[in-house]
Each structure stands twice: as C-alpha cells, then as structure tokens.
C-alpha cells in the first residue's frame, strides 16, 4: 500500500504566507515527478506546480513568483511554500507522486486533499 498524506492547509489572510507538506510512505521503489494540483469549485483540477527527482520545476503561470515547490528525497516529502496569498487560490489542494511499486506497478498516486481559504 502506498500513501500520501498532505498537511499544513488552513486559513489564511491575503498577502500571507502558507506551507503545504505531502509525505509519501508504503512500498515505494521509486518516486520521480511530485507535485501539486488545485481545484476551487465549480472548477477542473489543475497544475499548480511540479518537481521532477532531479529538482526542475514548472509552475502554473498564476503562481510563479509567489510559490516555491521542493521537495526532500530522502523523506519521500515534496512541499508547497506559498506566499502573497490571493482570495483565488483558495482552493482545495492535492498532491502526487508519479512512483513505482514494490510490485512493479508504475503509476500516479494521489493525496486526500487540504482546504487553503484566503480571505480576511
């Protein structure tokens, strides 16, 4: 089994800062590309920013600038640091990690989410 549980979401005021976490565990080979994805509602999920295992990013063109993705290999961790926060990244955010298994299966594992809410 594999899993990846996000922390760190919450409320938060515009122009402030936020971290998000992701932890990866269970029977990992290997993880390559992990990142996040957002969906407000009524709206797709979509990219916010990714980290491939060697360190280059991409980024949503609404972000850049204002997030920073990273992440630490040997904890299976990729991280969102969030700053000058806008009322439309509210969202619910969602991590994942393109991985292979124990058993060979080399697939897309998602997290269960967290709420970001900017608002005063």
């Known amino acids: 089994q594999v899993q990846l549980v996000e922390s760190g979401g919450g409320l938060v005021q515009p122009g402030g800062p936020l971290r998000l976490a992701c932890a990866a565990s269970?029977?990992?080979?290997?993880?390559?590309?992990m990142g996040w994805y957002r969906q407000a509602p009524g709206k797709q999920r979509d990219l916010v920013a990714r980290i491939t295992s060697g360190g280059s990013t991409n980024y949503a063109d609404s972000v850049k600038g204002r997030f920073t993705i990273s992440r630490d290999n040997a904890k299976n961790t990729v991280y969102l640091q969030m700053n000058s926060l806008k009322p439309e990244d509210t969202a619910v955010y969602y991590c994942?990690?393109?991985?292979?298994?124990?058993?060979?299966?080399?697939?897309?594992?998602w997290g269960q989410g967290t709420q970001v809410t900017v608002s005063s």
């Open positions: 269970g029977s990992i080979v290997r993880i390559y590309t």
């Open positions: 994942y990690a393109d991985l292979v298994t124990t058993g060979g299966y080399d697939n897309r594992r």
